[in-house]
């Protein structure tokens, strides 16, 4: 149950991790450019607006590292089993371990792993005893991020006033009246 750092070498999984980081710097650099600072110089927008959606983004991105290098609750080589609790283990017909019964064995990771609920390609892990909270923690804020950028867009294109045009072409190319 303690905090050690978990990699799997799968690469279906390193290609959705890699996909979610090139998505999250897109949206990262992308969103504030086009959106935020040009809406911010305007007078549009304050400056705790960019801040929040930073710190948003910057949980997004701390959970999502969290829950890939968290060991899922891995059962060591030779587990200590007590004598009470004997009858509620069994052995795991793949790589012969003794497991408790509400644990599986993962066939990417190739181990078995304490209550395990899956293995997620997109955090490249199982989600298992010891990393549970913290892969719930990764959809919350990716659900804050998406949801904050949605309204971001929404106000960009039917709330904020138009962008001032400069030498008659408009700042933000996205919106078009």
């Not at 899956?118 to 990716?142: A, S």
């Not at 949801?147 to 008659?168: A, M, Q, R, V, W």
């Amino acid at each position: 149950m303690g905090r050690q750092i978990h990699f799997v070498v799968d690469p279906q999984g390193w290609c959705c991790m890699g996909l979610i980081i090139f998505v999250w710097l897109y949206n990262t650099i992308f969103i504030p450019k086009v959106i935020l600072f040009p809406h911010y110089e305007e007078g549009h927008i304050s400056v705790v607006a960019i801040f929040c959606y930073y710190f948003c983004s910057l949980f997004c991105i701390a959970s999502l590292l969290r829950a890939s290098v968290a060991d899922p609750g891995k059962l060591p080589e030779n587990p200590k089993i007590p004598i009470t609790e004997r009858e509620n283990w069994e052995l795991c017909n793949k790589c012969n371990m003794m497991r408790p019964k509400r644990s599986h064995h993962c066939s990417r990771c190739g181990h078995c792993v304490r209550r395990m609920d899956h293995h997620c390609p997109w955090i490249n892990n199982c989600v298992g005893e010891d990393n549970h909270w913290l892969f719930l923690q990764l959809c919350f804020y990716t659900q804050i991020l998406s949801s904050y950028t949605l309204i971001l867009d929404f106000c960009h294109y039917y709330y904020f006033l138009p962008l001032k045009k400069e030498n008659g072409v408009r700042i933000c190319f996205l919106y078009e009246v």
